[in-house]
């Protein structure tokens, strides 16, 4: 009894990220003036919102990313209304794709736990100190985050496919969208999911300067990710969950071809891509800064 105790507490016990400024019990930099260039000013603001995200408890995560997959349904429900509103319109699609925005809009604005944002935001304190412990931190959000969307995004398209809401023509809709998904082979599905995770990671590290300009951010980079026709493991899962709850498509069409390489292609385009160009870009200003301070110390040192 008392080693469940014990172990409970050590569960509960606040996790913390492994780094300089955590150490010294300092806070990040991100004031522009006292960084070497904006891009620094931007990868800091970043990191610092990344160690938060890192930081935070397990259940809350959960809770916040089944939130976020329940929320980002409205992108297939505006999405389906515009399709059967808008089929056979010339460039209706442009249109359409505007529907595809509502769910990012609500996630991002409402502050709720999005996969394939965390694939840069977590990552960049991790690549800042690559330490045992910060990768299980990582590893650690991603799993809860990942499986608290997909609860989310199951409900929502359980829902869609038989809560007595949508008349036939936007079900047809629906039908229509997630087929289109699934004309991509697996090879397709990973190439465009590195475009679109790309894109969503480009939009993170747009956010610090866009200030009140926000929003238009992320209307402009998701519209873009549904016109150029790319491939999202959050959204794609309700289109296709929805298939497969109305039984148009079978469990193993869900895993393969669209989950597996979807996940993989969001992951590199923006971790393994994005992230890594975005860290690499400032490395010379970090040397040259630690460089900075540690001139000033010896300096003041020298003056006592």
Known sequence: ????????????????????????????EVDEENLPSRAMATHEHIRQEGEKELERDGWALLWSAIAAGLSMS??????????AHLEGVPGGI????????????????AHQQLFTENTITPVLPVMQHPTTSNILLLLRLWGV????????????????GYMPV????????????GMKVMENSPTEMFAKAIISGWLIATMVWMF??????????????????????????????????????????PWQDFIWPFALPTLAGNICGGTFIFALLSHAQIRNDMSTQRHAEAKAQAKKAKNK
């Open 1 to 28: 009894m008392k080693d469940n105790l014990n172990s409970q507490h050590q569960d509960d016990e606040p996790k913390e990220v492994d780094s300089e400024e955590n150490q010294r019990g300092d806070d990040i």
């Open 74 to 83: 409205a992108s297939l429900l505006a999405k389906g209304l515009f399709h």
């Open 94 to 109: 442009l249109l359409e794709s505007v529907g595809y925005t509502f769910g990012f809009i609500i996630v991002i604005m």
């Open 145 to 160: 985050v990942l499986l608290g969307n997909m609860i989310g995004t199951a409900i929502a398209a359980w829902a869609f």
């Open 166 to 177: 949508f008349d036939q023509e936007t079900r047809n809709a629906f039908y229509s969208i």
């Open 208 to 249: 610090p300067a866009a200030g009140p300009a926000k929003l238009v951010v992320i209307v402009l980079m998701t519209w873009l990710i549904a016109v150029a026709d790319t491939t999202h493991i959050i959204v794609g899962t309700i289109e296709i969950l929805y298939l497969v709850f109305t039984g148009a498509l």
